[in-house]
């Protein structure tokens, strides 16, 4: 399995530099999370082994359960999956990021909840780009009024936007889905000055150059790491 994964890491590291050297970018100026969703603890342990520290979860049960199993582990633990109102408490407790918030109650709930020994947590709103009735998601003339009572909230901290595009083949046409999401952003930071906004959650294995060319600051990768989803 190390072997795997430690070769899928450094195909798809190569595939970083090469689209932040495309667009003229630091690859430091973002990052890689590993989307670890159905995959066995065993799994993210090698991959941490090979430097990888930010893994996702969308699956709240199999995500507490793979904490308990890993928790010699310094990870940091992104839920990235829809949120119910009756798991913020146990995301609250367990996670460092949450990057699907799309509803004031479901942030003043995770505020509420998060212990008062930890750091806020860390939010980004997700964004719906093209109204699409399939995907959670803020619209997009929404995001400053959510992102302003969110402010108001202590126990989290608003940190950007995060969306997942309708899927398309062109390049072009992804990086142009992507722009608007960069420019929200832009438009945000105007809004709220005071508030760290520095981090766009976007791109995949399927558009990831588009997604960096763009301006994300956090790309999340699953298959291209881990192979084929455990079912």
């Known amino acids: 399995m190390l072997k795997i994964i430690e070769d899928n890491l450094i195909k798809l590291e190569a595939r970083l530099q090469n689209a932040a050297s495309a667009c003229h970018r630091d690859r430091a ?12 603890a065993e799994a993210l342990r090698e991959c941490y082994k090979l430097g990888q520290r930010h893994f996702g979860e969308n ?4 995500a507490l359960d ?5 928790n010699d582990l310094s990870i940091t633990w992104h839920f990235i999956g829809p ?3 009756n798991k913020t408490r146990a995301i609250a407790e367990n996670f460092d990021w949450v990057h699907s918030v799309d509803r004031v109650k479901i942030a003043r709930r995770l505020s509420e909840q998060r212990p008062k020994a930890m750091p806020p947590i860390k939010l980004c709103l997700q964004v719906n780009l093209d109204a699409e009735e399939s995907k959670s998601g803020v619209a ?3 995001i400053a009024e959510l992102a302003e009572e969110i402010t108001n909230l202590p126990g989290v901290q ?3 936007l995060m969306a997942i595009p309708m899927k398309l ?25 005071a508030q760290p906004l520095d981090t766009l959650s976007m791109g995949m294995s399927g558009d990831l150059e588009a ?21």
Do not use: C, H, M, W
């Open 83 to 85: 949120i119910q109102s």
């Open 158 to 160: 608003l940190r950007g």
């Open 66 to 70: 793979k904490q308990v199993k890993l």
């Open 140 to 142: 997009l003339n929404q």
């Open 29 to 40: 100026s973002f990052s890689l999370l590993a989307v670890s969703k159905t995959q066995a």
């Open 169 to 193: 083949d062109d390049p072009k046409a992804q990086q142009l889905s992507f722009n608007r999401l960069f420019k929200a952003l832009e438009s945000l930071q105007k809004t709220l000055p």
């Open 211 to 231: 997604a960096i060319a763009a301006g994300s600051t956090l790309v999340r990768v699953g298959t291209d790491i881990f192979g084929a989803r455990r079912q």
């Open 59 to 62: 699956y709240l049960q199999e």
